[in-house]
């Protein structure tokens, strides 16, 4: 059973930094393509960033340069490092792991999700 559990979230001033965190069970980080996404009160979903096998990453045109995510083989863990934060990156982030079909993630599992706030 594929468990994904994310932490980390916070209220963070804008210009800080945040990591979350996404420990999974029942399937390996090094061999699947994790990702994470983060949707808004009253928006869609959006993808943030995305982490294939072979290392390569993929980052959404709002977070490039600021967010960097990476995997830790020994914990089995995710992570989501996000510094220069902006108010318009307030959203639950939930982590996710699925396959990539000619260039696109398609997730099929999802973490609970963990609140990212960013106000003065």
């Known amino acids: 059973q594929v468990q994904l559990v994310e932490s980390g979230g916070d209220l963070v001033q804008p210009g800080g930094s945040l990591r979350l965190s996404c420990a999974a069970s029942?399937?390996?980080?090094?061999?699947?393509?994790m990702g994470w996404y983060r949707q808004a009160p009253g928006k869609e979903r959006e993808l943030v960033a995305y982490?294939?096998?072979?290392?390569?990453?993929t980052y959404a045109d709002s977070v490039k340069g600021r967010f960097t995510i990476s995997r830790d083989y020994a914990k089995n863990t995710v992570y989501l490092q996000m510094n220069s934060l902006k108010p318009e990156d307030t959203a639950v982030y939930s982590c996710?792991?699925?396959?990539?079909?000619?260039?696109?993630?398609?997730?099929?599992?999802w973490g609970q999700g963990t609140q990212v706030t960013v106000s003065s």
């Open positions: 996710s792991t699925g396959p990539v079909y000619s260039g696109t993630y398609y997730p099929n599992y």
């Open positions: 029942g399937i390996i980080v090094s061999i699947n393509t």
């Open positions: 982490i294939r096998t072979s290392g390569t990453t």
